[in-house]
């Protein structure tokens, strides 16, 4: 199975924050799952930085080289992607959210996150 990482996902997995359930922990961290992360979620991380609602303990840089150490493999934005982006039904607002969602769609992935809002969508969720 192949996972998507949501963006609070991701930071909970490199702060070893307890949110994070173990089992999905372990999942990230099996080197037979194919883990990956949007470039919209890094988007994210860095605007909600820049502005101050969101800090980190390590630089940018080092949580970029930190999903490449972990073997995340990071999905640019594609044109499918915004095609089905532009498909999707209004159950979110959040444009971050949405994208991840549209990605989740259009790879066939498994998106781990918490957020219940999205299990509106057609998607596969996991989170524990």
Same mark, same amino acid.
């Given at each position: 199975?192949?996972?998507?990482?949501?963006?609070?996902?991701?930071?909970?997995?490199?702060?070893?924050?307890?949110?994070?359930?173990?089992?999905?922990?372990?999942?990230?961290?099996?080197?037979?799952?194919?883990?990956? *992360?949007?470039?919209?979620?890094?988007?994210?991380?860095?605007?909600?930085?820049?502005?101050?609602?969101?800090?980190?303990?390590?630089?940018?840089?080092?949580?970029?080289?930190?999903? %490449?150490?972990?073997?995340?493999?990071?999905?640019?934005?594609?044109?499918?992607?915004?095609?089905?982006?532009?498909?999707?039904?209004?159950?979110?607002? %959040?444009?971050? %959210?949405?994208?991840?969602?549209?990605?989740?769609?259009?790879?066939?992935?498994?998106?781990?996150?918490?957020?219940?809002? *999205?299990?509106?969508?057609?998607?596969?969720?996991?989170?524990?």
């Amino acid at each position: 199975m192949a996972f998507l990482l949501d963006t609070h996902a991701f930071l909970w997995f490199v702060s070893g924050d307890k949110q994070l359930p173990e089992t999905i922990k372990s999942k990230i961290m099996d080197i037979n799952e194919s883990c990956f *992360l949007s470039v919209a979620s890094l988007w994210e991380i860095t605007i909600k930085r820049q502005i101050g609602k969101l800090t980190l303990d390590i630089s940018l840089e080092e949580l970029f080289e930190y999903a %490449d150490r972990n073997q995340i493999e990071i999905i640019q934005i594609t044109y499918d992607h915004l095609t089905t982006l532009s498909n999707l039904p209004g159950h979110h607002n %959040d444009p971050f %959210d949405r994208l991840i969602v549209a990605q989740t769609i259009s790879e066939k992935l498994t998106l781990i996150s918490r957020d219940k809002g *999205l299990k509106k969508y057609k998607i596969k969720q996991q989170w524990t």
